[in-house]
Structure formats: structure tokens, C-alpha cells
T-cell receptor, first 116, second 115 residues
């Protein structure tokens, strides 16, 4: 079982370039999310999705776009990269979870992005 | 702002000692979770405790939850060098209904266990 797969693992961009971080899960999880991790800041929620066709914003959505056309895939698009988006990005998924409360998150290994 | 905050930011102990990390949060929650992250890797779920539970055990892990103080603690007993990692608490926010699976993380505690 592959779990959550993120690509690419490393990427260097120039300011203003766009790119897409890919995330795929093979656990048939309804819930998927993107976090960014910066030194001293912990993980911050960017966008999340509760199922195909449904997405919503997290804590830090500006500069990012998402879509969820299938249950398996949840790509994160950087529209015009800025140095402030240099970070490690994590994709995570979970099943429907508890009736009231978030379920256990399964994380990918991360995508390390540097914007020059 | 962060929903959860871990304390201390860094903890250094010898093998065999116990490690205690604390987490404080701001709003009512449905559950609280603890995760571990080895350097350069993704996070791995350790344990989940519901808001109506006060204590939970899993192997060498013991988690307590005090909803009146909005705090939790993670105790790792008989630490090993392999326990060296960052530990994060994560909370959802209860608004009386489903939280839609959103989890909010703290900044983490870096635990170093020396052989």
C-alpha cells in the first residue's frame, strides 16, 4: 500500500513561475489537505477537501489554488511563486473520521520548494 | 494563529529517562492528536484522545487531556535514542457539529534522546 504520494520531492522555482505539486492517495480517503511547514511555525493548513468536487480554504490560502476532480488526487497549484512560499509542503488524507471530530491524518513525505 | 502550542520547544534527555511534552490549546475541541516527525520525513500519527477521555495509553506512550485547562501532555516512558524526533499536537475545533476533518497543529517539541 503506497499511502500518500507526493511529487516532486524537491523543486526550485524563480519568482513569478507557476507549478503544481501533486498528491495522490490510494486509501479511498474522502478528506485531503495541504499544509506548509516553516521553521518555528509548525504546520499551517492551506486548503482542504472533504470529497471530489469540494474544496475550501484553510489558514493560509493566498497564492495557492486546489481542485479535487477525483477521490485519489488533490493537486496544489502555485499561481505566481514568491520567495515567501519557500517551504516544505505536506499533503495528508484521512477517512470520514469520527462523527464529531477529525480522523487520523496520513501524511506524504513532503515536497521541498525553494523560490528564488 | 496556532490553535495548539507545545511546551517545551526543545527537550534533551538520556536514554531510559521519561520525556514529557505539553500542549495547550485555545478553543473547545472534539479530539486531540499527537504526531511524530523524524527529520526530513512526513508526520506519523501516534495517538488520538477524545474530549470525553482523560487518559490514554499506547505502548510506552501515555496521553492525558484536561479540557478544563485546555491542555494535554504526552509522556514517553523509558526513552530510546530512536525516539529522537519532533512531536506535534493537533486539535480540531468544536462548534457543536462536524469539524470537517480540519486539524490545526502546534509548533512542536524537538526531543533529543542521547545514548
Amino acid at each position: 500500500n503506497a499511502g500518500v504520494t507526493q511529487t516532486p520531492k524537491f523543486q526550485v522555482l524563480k519568482t513569478g513561475q507557476s507549478m503544481t505539486l501533486q498528491c495522490a492517495q490510494d486509501m479511498n480517503h474522502e478528506y485531503m489537505s495541504w499544509y506548509r511547514q516553516d521553521p518555528g511555525m509548525g504546520l499551517r493548513l492551506i486548503h482542504y477537501s472533504v470529497g471530489a468536487g469540494i474544496t475550501d480554504q484553510g489558514e493560509v490560502p493566498n497564492g495557492y489554488n486546489v481542485s479535487r476532480s477525483t477521490t485519489e488526487d488533490f493537486p496544489l497549484r502555485l499561481l505566481s511563486a514568491a520567495p515567501s512560499q519557500t517551504s516544505v509542503y505536506f499533503c495528508a488524507s484521512s477517512d470520514r473520521g469520527l462523527q464529531y471530530g477529525a480522523g487520523e491524518l496520513f501524511f506524504g513525505e513532503g515536497s521541498r520548494l525553494t523560490v528564488l | 494563529s496556532q490553535q495548539g502550542e507545545e511546551d517545551p520547544q526543545a527537550l534533551s534527555i538520556q536514554e531510559g529517562e521519561n520525556a514529557t511534552m505539553n500542549c495547550s490549546y485555545k478553543t473547545s475541541i472534539n479530539n486531540l492528536q499527537w504526531y511524530r516527525q523524524n527529520s526530513g520525513r512526513g508526520l506519523v500519527h501516534l495517538i488520538l484522545i477524545r474530549s470525553n477521555e482523560r487518559e490514554k495509553h499506547s505502548g510506552r506512550l501515555r496521553v492525558t487531556l484536561d479540557t478544563s485547562k485546555k491542555s494535554s501532555s504526552l509522556l514517553i516512558t523509558a526513552s530510546r535514542a530512536a525516539d529522537t524526533a519532533s512531536y506535534f499536537c493537533a486539535t480540531d475545533k468544536s462548534n457543536g457539529g462536524s469539524t470537517l476533518g480540519r486539524l490545526y497543529f502546534g509548533r512542536g517539541t524537538q526531543l533529543t534522546v542521547w545514548p
